[in-house]
């Protein structure tokens, strides 16, 4: 009778063990699952700031043009420049394509593109640099989360309590302990969760761009000079 109502017990302890074991790695995994879409989601955006950023090199043209506009801009490197979309003429149209403001001349609507497309650029950065920040500090969560878990959640000093539990025989201990120690290692590693994807790897940084209010006669120097590269209107 004893021995039935350990038993039980034993059963009701080990299971009440493993519920909030995998309760807590659930919600870990489903975090990360969470996190890993976050952050390709985050992708799609950095491909929109890759496009803004490809269409001021195309107006800019010129590489001290481009050299100045970095400088003024607050942009530390020509990022994701390419020598081949800059001069492509087919790419350059397409770009534009569904790109139309009013104008007189073709060098005023150049122009206001030029100053329009900064203001593009500006506000997916702004959104950009917030998303990935927010990125990171979820991945950093959910690490010290991963971290608390695992100190929690020994496999071994858990395998061993419910050995103890068990109250196994002592025979053979050396030769049980070896195998035991063999097959926990093994658990250990089919049971490790998988961390997050590093935001840091997948998302580039990008440092936040000079309001165009405070560039804009720099700005418009700017666009004037490129202009000189650009003759014929490629909007239409």
């Not at 950009?128 to 496999?155: C, K, P, V, W």
């Amino acid at each position: 009778m004893t021995q039935d109502i350990v038993a039980a017990l034993n059963i009701e302890i080990k299971k009440e063990m493993a519920d909030r074991y995998f309760s807590f790695r659930k919600l870990i995994e489903s975090d990360t699952q969470a996190l890993n879409k976050a952050v390709a989601n985050a992708v799609k955006i950095e491909q929109v700031v890759v496009i803004d950023l490809s269409r001021m090199y195309i107006l800019l043209h010129d590489e001290q043009l481009i050299e100045k506009f970095l400088h003024h801009s607050g942009l530390t490197s020509n990022y994701y420049f390419d020598a081949y979309i800059v001069a492509s003429p087919t790419i350059k149209t397409r770009m534009f394509q569904d790109i139309s403001v009013w104008g007189l001349t073709w060098r005023g609507r150049f122009t206001k593109i030029f100053l329009n497309c900064y203001d593009d650029l500006c506000r997916h950065i702004d959104i950009f640099r917030s998303l990935r920040e927010e990125l990171s500090a979820e991945q950093e969560l959910i690490g010290h989360t991963i971290d608390m878990f695992y100190r929690q959640n020994d496999i071994s000093s858990m395998l061993g309590f419910f050995r103890s539990m068990d109250s196994m025989s002592q025979m053979g201990s050396t030769m049980e302990g070896s195998i035991n120690s063999g097959f926990d290692e093994s658990l250990q590693k089919k049971m490790k969760i998988i961390p997050p994807h590093t935001v840091d790897q997948e998302i580039d940084p990008l440092p936040p761009l000079v309001p165009a209010e405070q560039i804009k006669s720099k700005l418009k120097e700017l666009a004037h000079e490129a202009f000189k590269h650009h003759p014929v209107d490629f909007t239409q």
